[in-house]
């Protein structure tokens, strides 16, 4: 009981203070200090790991893996452009984060799926994958 009302005065006390031009400085004072400015570095990683996490899963199943050879570590994984132009694409759309993002704005485009890098990369040089029966 009496760590409710005790709660209940903090939480006044905070959104007062937080409110207040004192509780501002205090919060920029944090944003640009060491730890300030690495919790927010650790909550972009966390959002850019998100959208990729929400691309992969829609393209590669849950849990994502490799349309050819069904890796499934998720640091290995990537999209790939089914027909090609993933070049293009991902000029277009932008790199790294902003490509998954861009994805998910889009609501999925088709034409593509979840490849990890070797596969990805062996059909980028030789356009096809080792792992599967060569064609001709
Ligand atoms: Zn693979
Ligand atoms: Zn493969």
Redesign the pocket.
């Known amino acids: 009981m009496m760590t409710m009302i005790y709660d209940i005065v903090m939480n006044k006390y905070n959104r007062k203070y937080s409110q207040s031009e004192k509780g501002k400085a205090a919060r920029k004072r944090y944003a640009q200090s060491e730890k300030g400015r690495l919790n927010a570095v650790r909550c972009n990683k966390r959002q850019r790991q998100r959208a990729r996490n929400i691309v992969l899963t829609h393209y590669g199943g849950n849990p994502p893996k490799c349309a ?2 069904n890796e499934f570590h998720y640091e290995f994984l990537t999209i790939d452009h089914i027909n090609g132009g993933g070049g293009k694409d991902r000029k277009a759309r932008g790199d790294g984060t902003r490509f998954y993002q861009s994805l998910i704005k889009d609501g999925f485009p088709p034409g593509l799926r979840v490849l990890c890098y ?2 990805h990369l ?1 059909r980028g040089f030789s356009g096809y ?1 080792p ?2 029966p060569r064609p001709g």
Do not use: D, E, I, S
Request: with cysteine.
């Open positions: 050819c050879c070797n596969c062996a994958c792992h599967q």
